[in-house]
């Protein structure tokens, strides 16, 4: 069997398509292989197909044996009796004879001597080359059992801090309301104590009407004013400011009510006339 190289084909047409494939900037390989094969298309259509090459002598002898034998019981013995010891035998459906590849050395691979090396690259390609994610990894958990495991030892700890709070403070019950004796200073509940010292400032009209209302209007117009719609920190700080700036205002106002008023409601220092704190339990 004729080599590659040995291969005949149209040398006007292996020049005209070399020079065509260059000039469109084709890697030289490349152009040289579709150039030898267009060579010899272009050789095979002007002359025809080239004949097969006759089988060897010993296969020709081979092939009356196994035709007389009868049947492919005979053929497949004739044709075993053939093939070398460690040889891998292929034979054909409904042929006689036996194609033989010589047994494996175990050795890498080589190219024959004066033939150029043939290089091949395989490519990794990622995941998101080939399917699309629609979020990030990681970004859920699932409420049982992470968050429910999370919420039960937060349950554990604030209970064993309640029972550690309740036997070191004392906080007994007080007498029974007495109309006629106003407690001094008379504070509201915690959760009313940021209007209360707002009172201290402003007209009851301004602190108690016009800031709330104020504040609530800014709370549901806060969605509409920041339309991001990432969950990250980090791309909400318009957000996390404008909350900030609202816990931090009531906080103020409702530690200053309830540990630095005292007497009518007057500001006191600790570390003043009056050393201890006007705090309530």
Do not use: C
């Not at 009356?64 to 459906?93: I, K, N, R």
């Amino acid at each position: 069997m004729a080599t590659r190289e040995e291969t005949p084909m149209d040398q006007a047409v292996f020049d005209k398509t070399m020079e065509t494939e260059l000039g469109k900037g084709t890697d030289r390989r490349v152009a040289e292989g579709r150039a030898r094969a267009a060579g010899v298309r272009a050789y095979r259509k002007a002359h025809g197909e080239p004949e097969r090459e006759a089988k060897p002598a010993e296969e020709r002898s081979h092939a009356p044996a196994a035709s007389a034998a009868g049947g492919d019981g005979g053929a497949a013995a004739a044709g075993a009796a053939q093939v070398p010891a460690g040889a891998v035998a292929y034979a054909a459906p409904g042929a006689a004879a036996v194609r033989t590849a010589p047994p494996p050395t175990g050795k890498v691979p080589a190219p024959k001597p004066g033939a150029p090396d043939k290089h091949r690259l395989l490519a990794l390609v990622a995941p998101e080359g080939i399917q699309r994610v629609e979020r990030e990894q990681g970004d859920r958990i699932n409420v049982f059992p992470h968050l429910l495991m999370e919420e039960f030892v937060s349950l554990l700890v604030m209970s064993a801090f309640l029972i550690v709070f309740s036997t070191f403070v004392n906080a007994p019950l007080r007498e029974l309301a007495n109309p006629n004796l106003t407690p001094n200073p008379s504070k509201a509940p915690w959760y009313f104590l940021g209007l209360q010292e707002l009172l201290r400032y402003f007209h009851p009209q301004i602190a108690g009407v016009i800031v709330p209302t104020l504040i609530l209007v800014g709370l549901m117009a806060v969605p509409y004013v920041d339309r991001n719609p990432s969950t990250k920190p980090g791309d909400r700080k318009l957000a996390i400011t404008l909350f900030t700036m609202l816990f931090m205002f009531g906080a103020v106002l409702t530690m200053a009510g309830s540990f630095f008023r005292g007497p009518s409601f007057n500001w006191i220092w600790p570390w003043g006339q009056h050393t201890s704190l006007f705090f309530d339990l």
